[in-house]
């Protein structure tokens, strides 16, 4: 799948997960390297590795990185992801259950785009790109493309911008998003990406992102990088 040339400026959320390392690189080859940066927020989430991992990411990417605090998402708790005493669930969950996981933090997604739109506006970048996908098994409703669609107008309408929200992995299955990490250069930089639910390095392998992402990659006949580097030891 070829990716044609954009011109503009884009502003790349990057949480140092697979997906959003992956649309970084998507962005580079899309833009070009001069005209993509990177934002990472700090929303009080209990893994502080993966904040490393963005760091780090950025850095190999060679983009510039802005990380944004965003404390209150913590100070809500109730989640997984923020709050100490919640454990995340384990394994994928079944098509057929339509309750959100434990791991679903509410308005997370619409407030990092909010963040981000300001951000790419301040900048005057006309693009902002994140990883999220529809075909995630997660169920989040803030991952989805009426959802997206409904926040781009709304961000348009209330900054009086013309900002487009670019969501390249939305409609890809996890092995696909695995090929398009090799079709614009991001296998390298997956070697240091983060995803577990449980921050374990190496990877916890039980809970729901660790077999997602396993599971892409063994769709897609290839071997994450990120397991081969902790095997041995790098």
């Known amino acids: 799948m070829s990716i044609p040339n954009q011109a503009g400026r ?23 390297r001069d005209a993509v940066e990177a934002v990472t927020f700090d929303y009080g989430q209990r893994h502080r590795v993966e904040l490393t991992a963005a760091r780090r ?15 209150t998402f913590g100070v809500m708790g109730g989640n997984a992801l923020t709050a100490q005493d919640i454990a995340p669930e384990e394994g994928a969950r079944d098509d057929a259950d339509k309750t959100l996981p434990n791991t679903f933090v509410p308005g997370r997604n619409l407030v990092f785009l909010t963040f981000a739109a300001a951000l790419a506006w ?7 790109v994140t ?12 991952c989805r493309e ?3 669609k409904a926040l781009e107008l709304a961000i348009r309408l ?11 992995l939305m409609f890809m299955s996890k092995a696909e998003t695995v090929h398009l990490a ?6 390298e930089a997956l070697a240091y990406s983060h995803t577990c639910y449980n921050g374990a390095v190496p990877p ?16 897609a006949g290839v071997e994450d990088p990120l397991v081969v580097r902790t095997r041995t030891g790098a």
């Open 204 to 219: 916890c392998g039980v809970c729901a992102s660790c077999e997602l992402r396993a599971k892409g990659f063994a769709e």
């Open 131 to 142: 990883g999220v996908a529809q075909t995630d098994y997660s169920g989040y409703p803030d």
């Open 182 to 187: 090799e079709e614009v250069g991001a296998m």
């Open 10 to 32: 884009a502003l790349v959320v990057l949480s140092g997960g697979q997906d959003s390392t992956t649309c970084l690189f998507w962005a580079i080859q899309r833009f070009g």
């Open 122 to 128: 301040q900048k005057g970048m006309e693009h902002v």
């Open 57 to 71: 990411i950025a850095k190999m990417a060679g983009v510039r990185q802005t990380v944004l605090p965003i404390d």
């Open 158 to 168: 209330g900054m009086d911008s013309r900002v487009q929200l670019h969501a390249p």
């Open 146 to 148: 009426n959802t997206l």
